[in-house]
């Protein structure tokens, strides 16, 4: 089993840019695929990005292709995620999640993931 925590968040302008980071505990948090979601208000979880064990396959969604970087420190037990050239329509909760059983075909799929952290509010204003 592993706990998540979401940090990082916070309000910034157009353009700016974030790091989130999600912590975990647990000692084979290596061995998890971890996935970004977020969730606008009214609106469902959208898929922004996961990695794999072992950092070496990451995946994004379309639209944060180019502007998001996830990456992993297994030796810290953190997954980070590098948010630049940041828009309003990113404003969101934004929550990592894991899972140490997945499909490769599914790391996009919210409910393909286990474990959640509160998730942590990013604002964008113009």
């Known amino acids: 089993q592993v706990q998540l925590v979401e940090s990082g968040g916070g309000s910034v302008q157009v353009g700016d840019s974030l790091r989130l980071s999600c912590g975990a505990s647990?000692?084979?948090?290596?061995?998890?695929?971890v996935g970004w979601f977020r969730q606008a208000p009214g609106k469902e979880y959208e898929f922004v990005a996961a990695?794999?064990?072992?950092?070496?396959?990451?995946f994004y969604g379309d639209s944060v292709k180019g502007r998001f970087t996830v990456s992993r420190d297994n030796a810290k037990n953190v997954v980070y995620l590098r948010m630049n050239s940041l828009k309003p329509e990113d404003t969101a909760v934004y929550y990592c999640?894991?899972?140490?059983?997945?499909?490769?075909?599914?790391?996009?799929?919210?409910?393909?993931?286990?474990?959640w952290g509160q998730g942590t509010q990013v604002t964008v204003s113009s």
């Open positions: 990695i794999n064990w072992n950092g070496l396959n990451t």
């Open positions: 647990g000692r084979t948090f290596s061995s998890y695929y």
């Open positions: 999640a894991a899972e140490d059983d997945i499909n490769m075909s599914d790391y996009d799929l919210a409910q393909e993931y286990d474990y």
